[in-house]
């Protein structure tokens, strides 16, 4: 697992619930920043921006190198798309209730609902 996490967290369990339009931009973002980050750190022809990334991250006292992180953002991405995806496999459609009769259907002859029509003769 490329997650890094604190002594003791293996066995605790955080449930969150997401509008699912959110869920999909937060996966969306996080996507993106994989993305930018794989293209910026990795890049061997720039190498000063990979040693920038790493000289960030220690600074700000993160535990991730930039491969580290680039990996932990992919692991992120992969919990959070399979966690959205079972989560729409399992939404039911409601179940449609029959639309009560119209009154003039159980109308007898010559009535409309329940009233006597009246009847011309020429």
Same mark, same amino acid.
């Given at each position: 697992?490329?997650?890094?996490? !604190?002594? $003791?967290? *293996?066995? %605790?369990? =955080?449930? +969150?619930? &997401?509008?699912?339009?959110?869920? %999909?931009?937060?996966?969306?973002?996080?996507?993106?920043?994989?993305? /930018?980050?794989?293209?910026?750190?990795? *890049?061997?022809?720039?190498?000063?921006? =990979?040693?920038?990334?790493?000289?960030?991250?220690?600074?700000? *006292?993160?535990?991730?190198?930039?491969? @580290? /992180? +680039?990996?932990? &953002?992919?692991?992120? +991405?992969?919990?959070? =798309?399979?966690?959205?995806?079972? @989560?729409?496999?399992?939404?039911? !459609?409601?179940?449609?209730?029959?639309?009560?009769?119209?009154?003039? !259907?159980?109308?007898?002859?010559?009535?409309? $609902? $329940?009233? !006597?029509?009246?009847?011309?003769? /020429?």
């Amino acid at each position: 697992m490329t997650l890094i996490s !604190q002594p $003791g967290s *293996d066995y %605790r369990l =955080t449930e +969150i619930t &997401l509008d699912l339009g959110c869920a %999909r931009d937060i996966i969306h973002l996080l996507i993106d920043i994989h993305g /930018l980050l794989a293209e910026l750190c990795l *890049d061997g022809a720039r190498p000063q921006v =990979t040693a920038l990334a790493e000289a960030s991250l220690r600074e700000c *006292d993160s535990p991730y190198t930039p491969d @580290a /992180l +680039i990996s932990a &953002l992919d692991e992120v +991405i992969t919990h959070l =798309t399979g966690a959205m995806r079972d @989560a729409v496999l399992h939404i039911q !459609q409601p179940a449609r209730q029959p639309s009560p009769p119209h009154p003039d !259907q159980h109308a007898r002859p010559g009535q409309a $609902g $329940g009233k !006597q029509q009246a009847q011309s003769s /020429l």
